[in-house]
Nanobody, 124 residues
């Protein structure tokens, strides 16, 4: 499946931003979807994942309570709503997919498809 992320930009601390990731898959529901983020010299950090539309999402500790992941099957898109942004949230955000039968994972290495990433910069 091909993934296309968008929505990044430059915001101030405390602002909100919504990222989108659109999939090319014929059967969008066949995939569990996740967001990771990466800064130079560091490994990809798990941000959030969702399996099915009404399943319970999972979040990384650093974004729990501030970020919300959701998916729209009609638009074949997964969203990441980011609130109360902090300078530490500055990173390239990447969306990823893996077969839904495997569930979601917090490990970047377990995802088979990746989007190109979108840069989020949070100024203080």
């Amino acid at each position: 499946v091909q993934l296309q992320a968008s929505g990044g930009g430059l915001v101030q601390a405390g602002d909100s931003l919504r990222l989108s990731c659109t999939a090319s898959a014929r059967t969008f529901s066949n995939y569990a979807l996740a967001w990771f983020r990466q800064t130079p010299g560091k490994e990809r950090e798990f941000v959030a994942a969702i399996r099915q539309t009404f399943s319970t999402p999972r979040y990384g500790d650093s974004v729990q309570g501030r970020f919300t992941i959701s998916r729209d099957h009609a638009k074949k898109t997964v969203y990441l709503e980011m609130n109360s942004l902090k300078p530490d949230d500055t990173a390239v955000y990447l969306c990823a997919a893996r077969p839904v039968a495997l569930g979601y994972s917090t490990s970047a290495g377990s995802y088979e498809s990746w989007g190109q990433g979108t840069l989020v910069t949070v100024s203080s």
